[in-house]
């Protein structure tokens, strides 16, 4: 069966055209083709579906030399067998030496059917090996897009740790330029505490041939940051050369620093309860200190007894203070907004600096008695100048001055141009000052950056001056700052004004009166707190029965119900708590007063404590005129 072929003919003379069908006919082949006699048609005619090209070696407007330069360079795969009644043996061979796959001289047309065997087979052989190439061409080209548009970064280093090779995600990672880090110790940039592991991941690495191994190191940025990379390093085969490792190393600083945070958070909630514990333990023991205190003031009359005891009394309620900013802080507990006067605020953050900041740091706390009020979280607040007090403490560490304040500020007067993220109004401005070591001015666009820190390891999250933002800008304010360094930080903190502005401070309570007989239950489970409330209230005119648990106090009440005035409860109790004895109460007496006590936050029982009809909850520790003045309330709303 006659084998089918594609073939292009440049040939002047139709009579040698025709000659070289009859050639082809009678070798076997099935010819389809094109004659052409120029340089022209020769080019409109040449496409890669060819199978063969035959040209004369001389054409009186063509040559086979041109044709043959032509098809190199557009289809070189394509073989070419010169066809001429002329062409000489040396011809010949320079044709052979510039590409031409054969030559048949016209009167041996019987040599053509060889000569077409071992063209098109060195086709096949052509086309199979440039679509190789290709192929090869197609896969390397992939790989590069891979490797310069890959997140991670790819490196190789030798035996002795020397970079030979860094894929263009480098400037990404590092910031070094491409081919800075080639030709030099990877030592030079990795941390000195971790190069050891480093270096016998890479002993590993030129030892295992079947398995990856992975490290975790810091690494300099060119910034001078440490960075954080996870990097798996595998030993290459079949590079011919000294054994070398390619290694693929990923960012993973800011998974390192969420899950530090995350740690730092599971440790302040089991800090939070540690302290929520020790809290109603140390305010149980305050307790019936200040309530002692209050009673012996009113049997110890002499003004040297007066002092002792006020010394005492101030003793314990700085004790209570301290407890209670623990609990606020270590558990984060957030109030409602409500209008707050920001003088209170700052005193009671200049006192606890003055309480536990060193010795060798002066407080200066300044603030107007006229200080227009803010709606707002008291507790978050607390937390912002708390943050902004520790970084100008630690920026101090030979002692300092540091200077709280607040002032009243309207922004938006002519001539006075706003930051972006203000409106005009008119704000309250907390200040927080310090003649530290001030801020470099090129990190000082960073400082509320998560994360970011100055401070060394174990010594800072990176998270309180973005914790500072963060509660300012929820409250409609912003936060300013001035930095200079070896004369210190200023921060500003702009909150907007209230509209409705609140009173200077809580409202006074009319002086108790005492009692008229009435009996109070007192139920409690330590027996100081109960000893010394029966005491007291005794002293002012009470009756007192006294239980050391919920269910002592139910069994208590249902002997004396009709004579029970007020009961006074503590919320956490063994056996049976306050709420539930409330509960109990309730059903049994709807319209009885009760009070609750406790040493903890009672934040998660407001709810229940306001459906129980309990208006008022006693902190421990409490001094005997906070006890007397809810009692006076209690009774009068029967």
């Known amino acids: 069966m006659a084998q089918p072929i594609k073939f292009l003919l440049a040939e002047d003379s139709v009579e040698d055209a025709e000659l070289l069908r009859r050639a082809l006919h009678k070798a076997g082949y099935l010819p389809e083709w094109r004659r052409v006699d120029t340089e022209e048609a020769f080019l409109a005619a040449l496409h890669a579906g060819l199978d063969l090209v035959f040209s004369d070696y001389s054409m009186p407007r063509f040559t086979g030399l041109r044709a043959l330069e032509l098809i190199r360079a557009r289809h070189p795969e394509i073989p070419f067998i010169i066809v001429s009644g002329t062409i000489g043996e040396e011809t010949a061979v320079e044709a052979m030496r510039l590409g031409a796959t054969d030559f048949v001289l016209k009167n041996r047309l019987d040599r053509l059917g060889p000569a077409i065997g071992r063209a098109l087979e060195l086709g096949r052989l052509r086309r199979e090996q440039r679509e190789g190439e290709e192929a090869l061409r197609a896969s390397e080209e992939r790989f590069r897009n891979l490797i310069e548009h890959a997140s991670d970064m790819i490196s190789v280093v030798d035996g002795e740790g020397v970079i030979h090779y860094q894929s263009p995600s480098t400037p990404r990672l590092l910031?070094?330029?491409?081919?800075?880090?080639?030709?030099?110790?990877?030592?030079?940039?990795?941390?000195?505490?971790?190069?050891?592991?480093?270096?016998?991941?890479?002993?590993?690495?030129?030892?295992?041939?079947?398995?990856?191994?992975?490290?975790?190191?810091?690494?300099?940025?060119?910034?001078?940051?440490?960075?954080?990379?996870?990097?798996?390093?595998?030993?290459?085969?079949?590079?011919?050369?000294?054994?070398?490792?390619?290694?693929?190393?990923?960012?993973?600083?800011?998974?390192?620093?969420?899950?530090?945070?995350?740690?730092?958070?599971?440790?302040?909630?089991?800090?939070?309860?540690?302290?929520?514990?020790?809290?109603?333990?140390?305010?149980?023991?305050?307790?019936?200190?200040?309530?002692?205190?209050?009673?012996?003031?009113?049997?110890?009359?002499?003004?040297?007894?007066?002092?002792?005891?006020?010394?005492?009394?101030?003793?314990?309620?700085?004790?209570?203070?301290?407890?209670?900013?623990?609990?606020?802080?270590?558990?984060?507990?957030?109030?409602?907004?409500?209008?707050?006067?920001?003088?209170?605020?700052?005193?009671?953050?200049?006192?606890?600096?003055?309480?536990?900041?060193?010795?060798?740091?002066?407080?200066?706390?300044?603030?107007?008695?006229?200080?227009?009020?803010?709606?707002?979280?008291?507790?978050?607040?607390?937390?912002?100048?708390?943050?902004?007090?520790?970084?100008?403490?630690?920026?101090?560490?030979?002692?300092?001055?540091?200077?709280?304040?607040?002032?009243?500020?309207?922004l938006g007067e002519p001539g006075v141009e706003l930051p972006p993220e203000a409106k005009a109004g008119r704000y309250v401005m907390l200040s927080v000052a310090d003649n530290g070591q001030g801020i470099p001015p090129e990190i000082i666009g960073r400082i509320f950056d998560p994360f970011f820190t100055t401070k060394g390891v174990g010594k800072g999250t990176g998270l309180g001056l973005s914790t500072v933002l963060g509660i300012v800008r929820s409250h409609g304010g912003f936060v300013a700052v001035r930095s200079e360094p070896g004369k210190g930080t200023a921060f500003s903190v702009y909150l907007p004004v209230a509209e409705a502005p609140a009173g200077a401070g809580p409202a006074g309570q009319a002086a108790p009166v005492p009692g008229g007989g009435e009996t109070i239950l007192v139920v409690d489970d330590e027996e100081p707190v109960c000893l010394s409330t029966s005491l007291m209230l005794e002293e002012h005119n009470y009756r007192v029965l006294v239980a050391h648990n919920g269910r002592e106090a139910l069994d208590l009440f249902m002997r004396h119900k009709d004579s029970i005035n007020v009961v006074l409860t503590d919320i956490m109790m063994p056996v049976m708590g306050g709420l539930d004895l409330a509960r109990a109460l309730r059903a049994i007496k709807p319209a009885l007063a009760i009070l609750a006590a406790t040493g903890l936050d009672h934040e998660d029982s407001k709810p229940e404590l306001k459906e129980l009809g309990i208006a008022e909850v006693l902190l421990k520790p409490y001094v005997p005129d906070a006890l007397l003045g809810a009692l006076s309330r209690a009774l009068n709303r029967k």
Request: aromatic share 4%.
């Open 175 to 410: 910031g070094y330029p491409v081919g800075a880090m080639l030709g030099r110790p990877a030592g030079e940039f990795i941390h000195p505490d971790d190069w050891a592991k480093v270096g016998e991941a890479i002993r590993q690495a030129l030892l295992a041939l079947d398995h990856p191994v992975t490290v975790e190191f810091r690494i300099r940025h060119q910034d001078g940051t440490w960075r954080v990379l996870q990097s798996s390093g595998k030993r290459m085969t079949g590079n011919g050369g000294p054994p070398q490792i390619v290694v693929n190393s990923r960012d993973v600083t800011e998974h390192r620093a969420l899950e530090k945070q995350f740690l730092h958070a599971q440790r302040m909630e089991a800090i939070g309860t540690l302290a929520g514990g020790m809290a109603h333990d140390l305010n149980n023991i305050l307790a019936p200190v200040l309530m002692v205190t209050g009673l012996l003031k009113i049997k110890l009359t002499s003004p040297q007894d007066q002092r002792i005891l006020g010394m005492v009394e101030n003793s314990a309620q700085r004790g209570a203070d301290i407890i209670r900013q623990l609990l606020m802080f270590s558990r984060g507990v957030a109030g409602e907004r409500v209008p707050i006067q920001l003088r209170h605020l700052t005193k009671e953050m200049a006192d606890i600096m003055r309480e536990t900041f060193p010795r060798g740091i002066t407080i200066r706390h300044e603030a107007p008695g006229e200080l227009w009020s803010v709606v707002g979280d008291a507790t978050q607040l607390h937390q912002v100048l708390m943050n902004l007090c520790v970084n100008a403490r630690d920026a101090m560490p030979r002692g300092g001055q540091l200077a709280l304040g607040a002032g009243n500020v309207e």
